[in-house]
C-alpha cells in the first residue's frame, strides 16, 4: 500500500506541469498548499488565480483520463455542475438588456401548467426565491439523470406541483427546477435549442471559446475530463454515467478555469451587461442569485461572491473579491 501511494504521488507530480507564466512567490506559496490534496488523491484539476487583471497563477494537476494516463493541462474542459448558473443567468440578462423579457414578467406569460405560474417572476427564478419544488429531491431522480432530458421533460416533471413558500419570500434551498424553468424561457425566447442559444447569446460575445453546454450531442473529446469518485481511502474509479441534458440549465455547461475567469471579469468589469443588469448581479441585499452567492465575509474582510458546484465526477468552485480584484478558480475532475 505504501508503495502504490508513493507511485501515485509520484505520478501525480510528474503530470502537473501545465502551468502557465506566474509570479513567482505566489506560486511558491500555492503550489505546495495543493499538493497534499493531489498526493491523497483528494483533488486532480486546474487552478487559476488572478489579480488585478494579471495571471498570477495556474497549474493543472493530475489525470484527465487516468486510464489512458491523459494529465490534466490549462486547456483541459471541466464539467462545472451548479457553477453553470452563471451562464444561464447571463443569457436571460442579454434577453433581458435587448427588451425581449422583463425581470418582472411572470413565468405564466411564458410556460403554462406551472403551478403558481401567475406569481412566479423572472427575478424570482434567477434569485433562487420562485418557491417550486426541486426536481433534484425528487424520488426519481436518479432514474431522469440515466435518460436524456430537454428543458421542457425537465418542466413537465414539475407541472401540477404545489408551491414550496410564497414567490419571493425567501430562498430554502438551491433551486435546480427554477433553471431548468429559465432554460425553457430562454428556448422559446430565442428559438434555439438551449445550447445553440447560450452559445449565441453568452460564450460567442464574451469570447469564451472553449465553453459550452453538454446536451448529450458530444462526442469523447481529448480536451474534456472525465470524472472519477472516491474508492475506499486513496482509490479513484470512474464515477456513474449519466445524461448531462438532465441538468440542463442548472448544471450543464462545461468550460476551463481561463473561461470562467473571463466570464468573472465580462459580468463584473466588463461591458457585456447593461449597468442595471450588472448591478442586479452585485447586489448583496438578496444573498443568492444570478449563479452567486455574495455578502460580506469575515475572513477575507470585504464582499465576496462565489460559487460551488457538485455532480457525479466533478466539483468546482469560484470567487470573486472586487475590492482585492482577485478571482480564484478551482476546477476538479474527482467527487471530493
Not at 49 to 62: D, Q, S
Not at 267 to 283: C, I, K, N, T
Amino acid at each position: 500500500m505504501c508503495l502504490r501511494r508513493l507511485a501515485a504521488a509520484t505520478s501525480l507530480a510528474f503530470f502537473a506541469s501545465a502551468s502557465v507564466a506566474q509570479n513567482g512567490s505566489s506560486a511558491a506559496a500555492i503550489d505546495p498548499y495543493i499538493q497534499p490534496y493531489v498526493h491523497s488523491a483528494n483533488f486532480a484539476g486546474d487552478i487559476l488565480v488572478e489579480k488585478n487583471g494579471k495571471l498570477i497563477f495556474e497549474k493543472a494537476y493530475g489525470f484527465a483520463d487516468r486510464e489512458h494516463r491523459v494529465p490534466n493541462t490549462t486547456a483541459t474542459r471541466f464539467h462545472i455542475a451548479s457553477i453553470s448558473m452563471q451562464f444561464t443567468a447571463a443569457a436571460i440578462l442579454h434577453l433581458v438588456d435587448a427588451g425581449s423579457i422583463s425581470m418582472d414578467e411572470h413565468v405564466g406569460d411564458f410556460i403554462p401548467g406551472i403551478e403558481g405560474a401567475e406569481k412566479i417572476r423572472v427575478r424570482d427564478l434567477l434569485t433562487e426565491r420562485s418557491g417550486l419544488p426541486d426536481i433534484n429531491a425528487f424520488p426519481g431522480y436518479d432514474d431522469v439523470l440515466q435518460h436524456h432530458q430537454t428543458a421542457a421533460t425537465l418542466v413537465s416533471k414539475i407541472e401540477g406541483r404545489p408551491l414550496l413558500f410564497e414567490p419571493g419570500s425567501k430562498f430554502l434551498h438551491e433551486e435546480h427546477s427554477a433553471y431548468n424553468l429559465l432554460a425553457l424561457i430562454i428556448e422559446k425566447e430565442t428559438g434555439l435549442p438551449f445550447a445553440a442559444a447560450v452559445e449565441q447569446l453568452v460564450f460567442r460575445p464574451m469570447g469564451l471559446t472553449v465553453s459550452g453546454v453538454d446536451d448529450d450531442s458530444l462526442t469523447h473529446s481529448a480536451r474534456m475530463a472525465k470524472g472519477y469518485e472516491p474508492e475506499s481511502i486513496y482509490g479513484l474509479k470512474p464515477a456513474a454515467a449519466i445524461h448531462w441534458s438532465a441538468k440542463t440549465g442548472n448544471a450543464s455547461a462545461y468550460t476551463t478555469a481561463g473561461d470562467e475567469a473571463r466570464l468573472v471579469t465580462a459580468l463584473f468589469q466588463g461591458r457585456q451587461l447593461s449597468v442595471s443588469s450588472r448591478d442586479a448581479v452585485l447586489d448583496t441585499s438578496v444573498r443568492v442569485g444570478y449563479g452567486w452567492f455574495k455578502g460580506t465575509n469575515k475572513r477575507f474582510g470585504q464582499t465576496a461572491y462565489y460559487m460551488n458546484g457538485r455532480a457525479p465526477g466533478f466539483a468546482s468552485f469560484v470567487l470573486h473579491l472586487p475590492q482585492a480584484q482577485m478571482t480564484v478558480v478551482v476546477l476538479s475532475n474527482i467527487y471530493s
